[in-house]
């Protein structure tokens, strides 16, 4: 079975609905007491520095640049909120992680902001865990899934980057992380596979945002 099998056509026409006009900017949070009100479901993007989050927020939008990649002062160490005007919804880029040499004040910083935000965020529906496929799931990734575990936030996998490998070695990838994910309670079973370079996958992700947002 293929991604696109998973989907019906209405729902990948909800998900090109949804993404088919302009998401702005609404916030940085440094810390949680700038959280906007939990007055709305929302879903948060996860993912080591350069997995390519940004990238792929920007290539789900369809707008350069809405995004900041990790090279950009500032923003990153903050959950930057996003709204599509009118839907009572939030897209959250959380701040990436796994900097190898960090200092350990910045580490900890993540820590806590991050810990906080998935433990008390009642209206987080989901957090989409972006993995390099070429790379698969890294010791830091495990750390933030064992957050999740704890704190029953429910997350998804997407690989990204698979224009950069062959078919086979995605295919195994594919397998590998799935054999991993059944052993976490809070890992939802399906995994999305994506290219920001291709767009491959980017419909399918948008249509499992739009029946989170759509209810
Ligand atoms: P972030 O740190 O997770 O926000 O990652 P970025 O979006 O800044 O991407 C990190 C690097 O990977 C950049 O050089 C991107 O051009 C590259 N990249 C991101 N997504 C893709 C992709 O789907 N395909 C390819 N080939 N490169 C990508």
Sequence with gaps: MTATDAFTPEELDAGEALFGRPWVFIKSVPSLEFLPDPDRPEIAFAGRSNVGKSSLINALVNQHGL???????????????FELPGLPFFMVDMPGYGFAQ?????????????????????????????????????????????LMDEAAVSYQTVLTKIDKIKPTDLTRMHQATADELRKHAAAYPTILATSSQTSAGIPELRAEIARIANG
């Excluded at 990649?69 to 903050?78: A, H, I, K, V």
């Excluded at 991050?114 to 890294?138: C, E, N, Q, S, W």
Aim: hydrophobic share 35%; charged share 30%; no cysteine.
């Design 67 to 81: 995004a900041r990649t990790s090279n950009t002062p500032g923003r990153t160490q903050e959950l930057n909120f």
């Design 102 to 146: 960090a200092p350990k004040a910045k580490v900890e910083q993540w820590t806590r902001l991050v810990k906080d935000y998935l433990r008390g965020r009642p209206t987080l529906g989901r957090v989409f865990l972006l993995i390099d496929a070429r790379h698969g799931l890294k010791s830091a990734d495990r750390t933030v899934m064992a």
